[in-house]
């Protein structure tokens, strides 16, 4: 990571992470918006999957089930968690560079609560 790089705390979203080695729960973002810009998302086995920001057509924050809905030009994509709200204000800044998935049996074990953003589902909607 270099030093243009800043992490964002789910649990805190706008302060330092007090350990930097700890990488789940944690959505890592840019310093500043920009037009031409990378999100991945990164499974706890480290798979990865990565889209390019001037693909996204569109995103859409269902929040009665607070689900967030990415159109790609390559497919749609669908998020499921909690207090995505959050998530979706940041993409719209384009701000967000990598977004870890962390499966539902860990939540309580990382100490999350009901104020954190957390995602536990990323998979394409076949229509």
């Known amino acids: 990571m270099n030093q243009k790089d800043k992490r964002i705390s789910i ?3 706008n302060e330092e992470l007090t350990n930097p080695n700890k990488k789940e729960n944690v959505i890592y973002t840019y310093d500043t918006d ?3 810009r990378s999100l991945t998302f990164t499974s706890l086995n480290d798979d990865r999957q990565t889209f390019y920001y001037h693909n996204l057509i569109t995103h859409r924050y269902l929040s009665e ?3 967030l809905q990415l159109t790609f030009t390559s497919g749609i ?3 499921k968690g909690r207090n995505l709200i959050k998530l979706d204000k940041l993409l719209s800044k384009y701000l967000v560079r990598e977004i870890f998935i962390v499966e539902e049996r860990y939540i309580q074990a990382n100490g999350l ?4 953003i957390i ?3 990323f998979k394409e909607i076949n229509l």
């Open 113 to 116: 609560d009901d104020t954190d």
């Open 65 to 67: 089930e607070d689900t």
């Open 119 to 121: 995602i536990i589902s």
């Open 11 to 13: 649990k805190e979203m």
């Open 77 to 79: 994509f669908e998020l």
């Open 34 to 36: 920009a037009t031409v």
